[in-house]
């Protein structure tokens, strides 16, 4: 019953491929984790796939989750001076943003942090130091994630509002991006 | 600090001949009060744009990065305008198909690797470093600043700026903008390779599965380990930045970071993952030998043609001349030279060994 309304739930999302996808690697990591010993004895390649698991789920929620669920995207560049700069993307104010997606979307990004930071806890009073290099892998990763979407979401959100008041302003290269991302857009 | 970056105006003159499409410009610059004269229409592109706001440059800062004026010259401009982005998708990259995303992901990893990986052009970069460092020491070395250097008009310098800021601005960038899914990529695929061959070669003396993926798994920590040893060595040799007499500091503008010697390193070990690929198609040995020998020697090629570039740009003024930063130049010791040695030893050591490991299947 709670199975059935959960797939209609899901079923009501726009992009449910992009949903499986964002649902599959964000879990897989958090499952090869913690049950991954079940089937292999070899330690180390558990690590392996947890941490390709992990790279995996990271560039998925950056730059195809995000866009697609919530109409956001972030990514960082190195201007000349070695400095780093953060791009946000966010989609025109009208495009109609899923609720499905959207919650499922913040819902996971904020929990798998939380989650990582528990097991991290669990790995530390354990004293399993070779799964705790593994964890904060994990929490760094997540939660660079986390903060990019969060900020991403608020300067889109302020954005919004101040181009509705004052209209639009001033270019500069950065402006009018179009195609110019697909240059710049690096990692 | 969200969202406020300070951008440089010599990455932007990079893009501003790119972005000829139309779109809407939106930017607002921070602690500027947005005047309404500079407001484009939404329809209008860059080129009807630039004019009109070229008017209004001569006397605004912050329109100076559509200036065609600092197009022609960078350095003079003030850099570290700050600018806070504002942008619409006007259907760009937030709509766009996973496959160009996967696309443009893969071919930025093709276009780093072209770059670094090319010794004749990367040959030719080193000899336009050193020859515009040189013609620096020999005519500007008293001069402090880069400003007071470039506001001389010297006709045959103007003309090696530019020719230099060509050639290898646009790659040298391209090779310090670290990433680490190339790295990612290659380890993955090479330890596979040698996972591969390694279990080739115990199978006929029976191994089982569990075997296999101990191999993999060695190789595939062992070269990360590898690779990191490697960039904290050359990081731990570099030339440090020093006090200089005047109270400024050498050489700290492009110390490559830890992550940037692991990009690098991974990028060059590119041919010795080219070397094992061939090796398992090919059984004569002799041969192989001959191939990987040939790989080895390209990725050390390479690795030694970029530590030598980064290093010769510790030169006075080719810095600054690379990175648009004025005022920054002071005088050099050139350890970089003599250090290359001790980095590029180690690396000759562990390639070495990587590309032996394919040669005995």
């Known amino acids: ?187 | 600090m969200s969202g406020n970056w300070t951008l440089d105006n010599t990455l932007d003159q990079d893009e501003s001949d790119i972005s000829i499409k139309p779109d809407i410009p939106q930017m607002e610059i921070l602690g500027n009060p947005k005047p309404s004269s500079h407001r484009n229409a939404p329809s209008g592109s860059l080129e009807t744009a630039q004019p009109q706001l070229t008017n209004t440059a001569s006397f605004s800062t912050f329109t100076s990065f559509v200036n065609p004026q600092s197009y022609l010259d960078p350095i003079l401009e003030n850099n570290n305008i700050k600018i806070r982005e504002n942008q619409f998708s006007g259907g760009n990259t937030l709509d766009e198909s996973v496959l160009t995303t996967l696309g443009r992901d893969f071919s930025s990893i093709g276009d780093k690797l072209l770059s670094i990986l090319w010794p004749l052009r990367l040959r030719q970069k080193l000899m336009l470093v050193r020859r515009v460092s040189e013609h620096f020491s020999s005519t500007g070395s008293m001069m402090g600043h880069t400003d007071s250097l470039n506001q001389d008009s010297n006709l045959e310098e103007s003309t090696t700026t530019e020719t230099f800021n060509e050639y290898s601005k646009e790659t040298i960038q391209k090779i310090l903008d670290w990433d680490l899914w190339g790295p990612l990529v290659f380890v993955l695929s090479f330890s596979l390779i040698i996972t591969y061959l390694q279990s080739k070669t115990l199978s006929s003396g029976g191994a089982n599965s569990s075997e296999t993926s101990q191999i993999f798994s060695a190789s595939f920590s062992l070269i990360w380990i590898v690779l990191a040893v490697l960039s904290l060595n050359i990081q731990l040799v570099s030339p440090v930045s020093q006090m200089t007499d005047n109270g400024q500091l050498t050489s700290g503008v492009i110390g490559l970071s830890f992550f940037q010697c692991m990009s690098i390193l991974s990028y060059t070990l590119f041919p010795i993952v080219l070397g094992g690929l061939s090796s398992i198609f090919i059984s004569w040995k002799l041969l192989r030998l001959v191939i990987n020998s040939v790989m080895f020697l390209w990725s050390i090629l390479c690795s030694w043609l970029i530590l030598a570039i980064v290093n010769n740009c510790r030169k006075i003024g080719t810095a600054s001349l690379i990175y648009g930063m004025a005022g920054e130049s002071s005088f050099d010791h050139n350890d970089g030279e003599k250090r290359i040695l001790l980095m590029i030893y180690p690396i000759v050591l562990v390639f070495g060994l990587l590309s032996w490991l394919c040669v005995i299947v």
């Open chain 1, 1 to 187: 019953m709670a199975d059935r309304t959960l797939y209609q739930r899901l079923s009501e999302s726009s992009h449910p491929v992009a949903l499986l996808f964002f649902l599959f690697f964000r879990l897989a990591p958090l499952l090869v984790y913690l049950l991954g010993v079940l089937f292999t004895s070899n330690y180390i390649l558990n690590f392996i796939i947890t941490m390709l698991l992990l790279a995996a789920d990271f560039w998925n929620v950056k730059n195809i989750s995000g866009r697609l669920m919530v109409g956001l995207r972030w990514w960082n560049e190195a201007n000349d001076l070695g400095q780093s700069i953060w791009v946000f993307e966010t989609a025109d104010p009208n495009r109609y943003i899923n609720p499905i997606d959207s919650k499922v979307f913040w819902l996971f990004l904020y929990s798998c942090p939380v989650l990582w930071l528990v097991l991290g806890i669990v790995a530390m009073l354990k004293l399993q130091f070779l799964s705790l290099t593994l964890v904060g892998l994990a929490i760094v990763l997540t939660s660079i994630n986390a903060l990019a979407y969060t900020k991403c979401d608020k300067f889109g959100k302020a954005n919004n509002i101040a181009s509705n008041v004052a209209g639009s302003v001033a270019s500069g290269f950065f402006g009018n991006v179009g195609g110019l991302v697909a240059g710049v857009f690096r990692r």
